[in-house]
């Protein structure tokens, strides 16, 4: 497969997490096939931030996990769609959990 055709299905498939919610990088590998290191590193290069909300893929353990403009954004956007969120970890984090 190529290389545009799979960073594709990986963004389809996160333009589908609601606002408010959040999925894991392993959900989204068990959606797609792919591996969730490969997961985390298409999601670094999206370059359509407004479009894509990759800031709400975070790992499987309830910590945010990185984000291409940094932990801080990512926790801040997270907090504005009402993800509560102590120390980098969210706080009710099977309530929201999305499963595709």
Known sequence: MKV???KSKVYNL???IPKGKVSTYKIVSLKTGLNPRLIGRILSQNTRLNEIPCFRVVCSNGFIG?????????????????????NFKIVDFKEKIFNF
């Open 4 to 6: 545009s055709k799979i």
């Open 14 to 16: 996160v333009k589908k």
């Open 66 to 86: 990185g984000y291409v403009k940094g932990i801080k954004e990512k926790k801040r956007k997270l907090k504005i769609e009402g993800v509560k969120i102590k």
